[in-house]
């Protein structure tokens, strides 16, 4: 029955979640009309993808109803969502790889299932929807072939073939160059004209270019509704964190300081085996903050593994302060004064099950926290309580497993032992992913304080504005290879977007 | 206060996981046609009937104990040494053939020398699993039990050809007794427990000791609990994998040669038992570590020694015991799940502690 009506309302009332010791959601009350696109802004950990959870039937609501067209509803699976015509795109694409477009998308359509799968009618479907939506996307590539952009185009086309007519975006753009940013948001734009949205969003530009209604999340809570015309971003930034929010750049002077970091002609291997790093080219001096910019997937991970001994390089040099450190095990890197931000700060820059006075010895535990391999506990523990006043790690204790953490607190935990370590160097892997504005200007002050200190700094990044706040200089990296290096003061955004997309002037 | 309860809930888990156990095991029971109320209170009651009895729980409770310690610091390092059973009788091997060796030497050396010997043959079986696995990436699921038959064949030929007591006419295949100077002696006359439940006391404070107090410790249950994190953090994981092999096998190797020395006298068929694999369940019930490895292994140690007993006083198969264990270990499985569920940690804190905690 219900998947013809037409969604004229969907309204959230007192909707309350509460995860162990959390209250993800509370009391929260909101509603979208036909045809409206509702922007979804808060920090992290505010809830907001929870409670889109919520409304998919993912997870049930301890408290609250949910009203369809002023009819209460409640939804025990995703498939009782799509039966209202509600789809959402996840922030992690849920793609199978190696299967075609076409492939995965009848995957989800299970009336085209009978003894075999009706590929032609799902074929069908895609042209349908493609050339009514304007989602360009080729039925017979295959997922692994194609670009992050391409994927998220996927996921939209696979949603609508299910009969989407209420669209939730999970972080649409997180992931996109600025180019198909811009794409995305002129097609989700044309979209609204048929079709309600809720898109979640960090980024504020995106909300004011698409959203009609905003409503911001905080600590679960509502705390401001309102229609996007009436505010500007930066007032918006405000309700979002509760406080102005000072944003940190890099005003200081040039530095003249020696090259210390000296990357020539590396060429790396990726896990599948092709050259991730193709002649990569790149030095960084002393007190000075090179950003890297590139869509990830394009050498980064391994760029950040190879300099610190994690990844075998195949030739090529990395010469630190003088010396030639590729292929040193990842000790002798740390033991030349390396520090390092890794990209995946819960499985890589932690051990969560240890407790965060565990991790802070995590690259000392031979050095000054034990003689003759017993452990000095007491010092541990004092210095573990130290560091976790100094940097702001917010847990009631330092003998908390440091995988219960929330992301901006592993990553202080993360930085609280690499800074404290006195670094010469530091390699820092998107640090802000999927951090709140609070949490990145804090981390983005410890960069900056530490580069006055005259430690050279590699940021690597896709996030143009942090890359643009806080570097010296700015290169960027396509396919294994860097495009171009530039003072920070010649970037812009369109500058930047255009060589991550692999379109070099010089050439 | 917070520990408090993490503690009840995980002891009521177990409790409620082997009282699980009794009931399926109570079926079963039932089926061989045996009184269960009979069964269980020999089962229960039999070890602390006399101190006899109570020895021979203990003595059994010696090779467990020793055996989960070592398995205890492999799975804590990151793998999954279930070849104890063969590092067991590579121990007894050696510890028998250097037994004879050493005979003239006094006693305080020659024990000493006999145990070693048993650690280090125990210790090179767990090195071959563990170098497969740090170079070769070898899973070690695949290489100890194939080995487990290697050593088995091993020892069978051993007993039969090498070590053969030259006394015995009927070719029985065992080995001669052991020199008086290397035999551990009995604690109390008339009761099996012997010296080596020392050993095993020592033990455990030594793996308590190395694995969470020294910076070795440390970095094998890093390298257990994350293997990146633990390689981005400049940790040798290859290194500690092969020595967290090595004490695990040392430490099968040393309860082999422990229970020759105390226990059996000799080498013969079947001494190992299923002992290392029980080792396993005891590691995994005393929740790798050595403060609950003891009172697992002495859990154990009753439920080995009801084999004994129910055979001699009821119709039930021996057998049965071994189903039991069987049913443990599934359970054990499932608490684990249940153990790693903060949601249900939290739901019971609620229902039972939340009164005193507002």
Sequence with gaps: ?507 | MKINHKIIFKVSVILAAVLVALLVGAIMILATGESVFKTYSIIITMPFSNFRTFSEVLVRMIPLTIIALGICVSSRCGINNIGAEGQMAMGIIATTAVAFVVAPLPRFIAIPIAVLVGAIAGGIWGFIPGILKAKLDVSELLSTVMLNYAAAQFYAFMIRVPLIDPNEKTGTPMSARLPESTVLHKLFKGAAVHQGIFLALVLALIVYILLWKTSWGYKMRASGARQRAAKYGGINVSKYLIIAMIISGACAGMAGSVELMGNQGRAMEGITGGYGFSGIVVALFGGLHPAGIIPAAFFFGILLYAQVNLQILTSVPPNLVEALQGLIILIIVAVQMILSNQYLEEKFRKKFFSKKEA
Aim: glycine residues 8%; hydrophobic residues 40%; negative net charge.
């Design chain 1, 1 to 507: 029955m219900p998947n013809n009506t037409v969604i004229e309302e969907l309204r959230l009332e007192h909707i309350t979640k509460r995860f162990p010791g959390v209250l993800a959601c509370d009391d929260i009350s909101l509603s979208v009309g036909k045809h409206e696109v509702l922007a979804l802004v808060g920090e992290n950990g505010a809830g907001k993808t929870t409670l889109m959870n919520i409304v998919m039937g993912l997870y049930q609501a301890d408290e609250g109803s949910m009203f369809i067209n002023g009819e209460k509803v409640s939804f025990k699976s995703p498939n009782d969502a799509f039966a209202y015509g509600i789809g959402m795109v996840h922030q992690q694409y849920m793609l199978v790889p190696n299967m075609t477009v076409l492939e995965n998308i009848a995957l989800g359509m299970k009336d085209s299932w009978h003894f075999t799968v009706d590929l032609s009618s799902v074929r069908k479907r895609i042209e349908e929807i493609s050339d009514h939506y304007g989602l360009k996307v080729d039925p017979d590539a295959f997922v692994w072939q194609l670009s992050v952009g391409e994927q998220q185009r996927v996921e939209l086309v696979k949603t609508l073939c299910l009969g989407a007519k209420f669209l939730i975006l999970d972080e649409p753009t997180s992931a996109l160059t600025p180019q198909e940013t811009d794409e995305l948001i002129v097609l989700l734009k044309n979209m609204s004209r048929e079709l309600s949205i809720i898109f979640i969003s960090h980024k504020l530009n995106e909300v004011k270019a698409l959203s009609d209604k905003v409503s911001i999340l905080r600590h679960g809570r509502v705390v401001f509704n309102g229609r996007t015309a009436d505010y500007s971003p930066s007032e918006i930034a405000a309700l979002m964190t509760g406080h102005e929010v000072e944003i940190a750049s890099n005003n200081s002077e040039k530095t003249k300081g020696k090259d210390v970091l000296v990357i020539e002609n590396l060429v790396v291997k990726s896990d599948r085996g092709f050259n991730a790093l193709d002649g990569f080219n790149l030095t960084v001096k002393e007190g000075e903050i090179v950003g890297l910019a590139g869509v990830s997937g394009n050498g980064q991970r391994e760029l950040a593994e190879a300099i610190n001994g994690i990844r075998k390089t195949e030739s090529g040099k990395i010469i630190f302060y003088g010396e030639e450190i590729q292929n040193l095990t990842p000790n002798g890197v740390i033991k030349k004064g390396m520090g390092y931000i890794p990209e995946e700060r819960n499985t890589e820059g932690i051990v969560p099950s240890m407790s965060i006075k565990e991790n802070i010895i995590l690259k000392d535990s031979d050095g000054r926290f034990s003689s003759h391999h017993i452990l000095k506990n007491k010092e541990i523990e004092k210095y573990a309580s130290t560091l976790r006043e100094s940097y702001d790690i917010r847990s009631p204790h330092i003998f908390v497993a440091a995988g219960s953490l929330s992301g901006g607190n592993i990553q202080k935990v993360i930085l609280a032992r690499e800074i404290d370590r006195n670094p010469k160097f530091l390699v820092c892997v998107y640090p802000i992913r999927g951090l709140d504005m609070g949490a990145a200007e804090f981390i983005h002050r410890l960069l900056l304080d530490l580069r006055n200190k005259g430690v050279g700094i590699l940021l690597i990044s896709e996030e143009l504005e942090e890359i643009m706040n806080l570097s010296d200089r700015i290169a960027v990296i396509f396919k294994g290879k860097n495009q171009k290096m530039m003072d920070a003061k010649e970037a812009t955004t369109d500058k930047l977007g255009i060589l991550m997309a692999g379109v070099n002037d010089e050439d």
